[in-house]
């Protein structure tokens, strides 16, 4: 986090040691004035909030370029409510319509109540608009020093963010700095004074925005747990950044989209870090599937291959198929035992897939005969009736099984590699399924126009 104990000492050096570039200087004193011109409408705020005039002045500078018909915490436009963080602030309207959005936009930043304006402490809440990052390459931020022998060549180092995350040690920002406008304004306007508050007790809030920074702290490391992506720096800083964040996390939620924590906001964060995290999807599928893969394993350990049954054909009406997608299927759905026992008569899961496979070449390969066809067998044409005569049921069956087994295991377990590569029915289940039911359904509708017309094959004697 950003504490402000941590910055201090640096921020009153800088101060004492800061010097307007000479080229800069006009430019300084045309912006000061402009500040200065303000000072009536910026003391009604101070009057309303205890931050000072000069201050609110600053912040002007840097949001809206002094343009009094826009709203303090952002730059647009008073008239209509905000669309860019904060959000949903507005409209303000009427005679006190700078007032009403500049008082708002102090609150949120937690000014409000502040008795706190020393120098470093002024510094520290200016910088703070834009974040502290510049702290982390070693280099003073130009919001603050930007024109003054404290930022950039030869007195000092260069470096700006060019973009979100992205920091160009060789580039150096053009624009003029607040810390460097409020030099310039010290100069027309003795008034100015600094006032930093009493010590307070020892582990307790100095300022009421410290307190702020607490519980912006809270919301930012929230949503980092939450995987947001990018993630947030953890700085206690309500900055632009933290706010679309909170933006994204209230419309995810169903909050109203402002882009503040405010109360709601909070209460549902703290309602998601309380809810358990779901199971796993398929929790119980990958313990199985993992359990299939462990069986695997030890047959190979055990000396046990995979059998190439591609050369040798396998009848739909072998008792082994029907077992092996029996015992595939019970393993899967987790009504098998537990503890599989590695034995040499248990074939891997592989091998079983594989005869599963083979049987439907099988059946392909295999000839039926030469009788002519039906209206139901017949119904594609005689090519592909005669094809499928006498398999339609058998490869529905098959097919079906196979689906409700592909379909289950993940494709990023080694097992589902393994389907992957052995079928492309994986993923495919919401197709396949519903062809191979048609195709059982069609095979059975076939077997009775055989029998009404008196060529089903003979029933097989008893063995």
Known sequence: MASFSEYEHGYETNWANLQIRPDRVAEAEKHAQRLRQGKPIYETVETRT???????????????????????????????????VPKGRGPFTGPNAFL?????ALRLEGFLGASNWGI????????????????????????????????????????????DHLFDPN?????????VILKSLMALDASITFSAALPTTLGQPDQPDDELSGNVLWVQQSLNKFGINPQLVEDGKNGPRTMAAVSDFQQQNGLQDTGVADAATIAAIQRVLATPPPAPLNDGLGQRVAQLEKTVGALSVNGGSVQNTASRQVSPETGELPALLKRSLEIVQGTAPETITPAPAVPQLADQ????????NGILAAGNGSLPLGQVNGALGDTLGNLLNGKKTAIGIIGAALTSLLSQVPAGTGLGQVLTMLTPAAGLSPFTMPIFLALTAWGTLGKFEKWSQGSAPPPRPAK
């Open 50 to 84: 205890g931050v000072p005039w000069w201050f609110v002045g600053l912040c002007h500078y840097r949001e809206s370029s002094f343009n009094f018909d826009t709203y303090l915490g952002n730059g647009q436009p008073l008239g209509v409510r905000t669309s860019i």
């Open 171 to 179: 580039t150096v920002d053009t624009q003029l700095g607040t810390a």
């Open 353 to 360: 897939l594989r005869k599963a496979t083979d049987a439907l």
């Open 120 to 163: 470093a402490r002024v510094l520290y809440r200016l910088e703070g608009f834009n974040g502290y990052g510049y702290h982390r390459h070693g280099v003073n931020s130009p919001y603050l020093y930007g024109g003054s022998t404290c930022y950039g060549p030869p007195q000092a180092r260069a470096g700006k963010f060019v973009r």
């Open 100 to 104: 009403d959005g500049a008082v708002d």
